[in-house]
């Protein structure tokens, strides 16, 4: 009887061994704290060794280079590009008076859907050119314009090319690229109200705005 429960009570020791190893709780991989202070690691790391946790050194932050701009834009946003291929801001004229009857008369003509300067409409941009270096200390403003056919964002496009045009002409002359600004009105502003070619041609156009510094 007493050999019966000295087995009986083996048996309820080893079972109760048995129990209490599988109810043990496995340590879980514990994210370190930037401080450093936090030294736990994983219980159970790949290859059985232990991984120290790294404290995060914040003393020296590292300062990155500010943001380089490699297409810089004038004031209306038209790009600027050197004939070595480079760009160049133009002056800002913000706030320089504008005059637009001092060269009225040099006002530049195309022909439809076209940008390129006529060979009859030269002698007017000479007319330009005498007139900025007769006056250093005045600018200009290119303002392209198209007629009324095609899209709004098209005429826009076509504006900018013709304004760019006649630029590239004053550059070409000796004039200093910060002292041309272009912009385009697209079909936004056209001298003749008419449907027609007569009114068309006369809206196909540059017109040159004087710009000068206001007086302190």
């Not at 370190?32 to 932050?61: C, E, L, Q, R, Y």
């Not at 291929?85 to 040099?106: I, M, R, S, V, Y």
């Amino acid at each position: 009887m007493k050999l019966n429960n000295l087995l009986n009570l083996l048996v309820l020791g080893l079972a109760l061994t048995i129990t209490g190893e599988g109810c043990k709780t496995k340590r879980v991989r514990t994210t370190p704290i930037p401080s450093g202070k936090n030294d736990v690691t994983d219980a159970n790391p790949p290859g059985g060794s232990s991984v120290p946790s790294i404290p995060i050194n914040n003393s020296n932050p590292i300062s990155l280079p500010p943001p380089v701009d490699n297409n810089p834009r004038n004031v209306d946003n038209t790009s600027v590009k050197n004939p070595d291929n480079t760009f160049q801001l133009t002056k800002d004229h913000t706030g320089w008076n504008a005059n637009a009857d001092a060269l009225k008369a040099e006002i530049v003509y195309f022909d439809f859907d076209k940008s390129a300067i006529r060979a009859s409409e030269t002698s007017k941009l000479e007319h330009v050119v005498e007139y900025l270096k007769s006056n250093p200390e005045s600018a200009v403003r290119v303002e392209g314009n198209c007629d009324e056919r095609g899209t709004e964002q098209y005429n826009r496009s076509l504006g900018e090319r013709r304004s760019l045009a006649a630029r590239e002409y004053l550059l070409n002359a000796g004039i200093a690229a910060t002292r041309v600004d272009t912009l385009s009105n697209g079909q936004d502003k056209p001298a003749e109200l008419g449907h027609d070619e007569s009114a068309w041609s006369k809206n196909r156009r540059d017109e040159f705005i004087v710009l000068t510094a206001p007086k302190p």
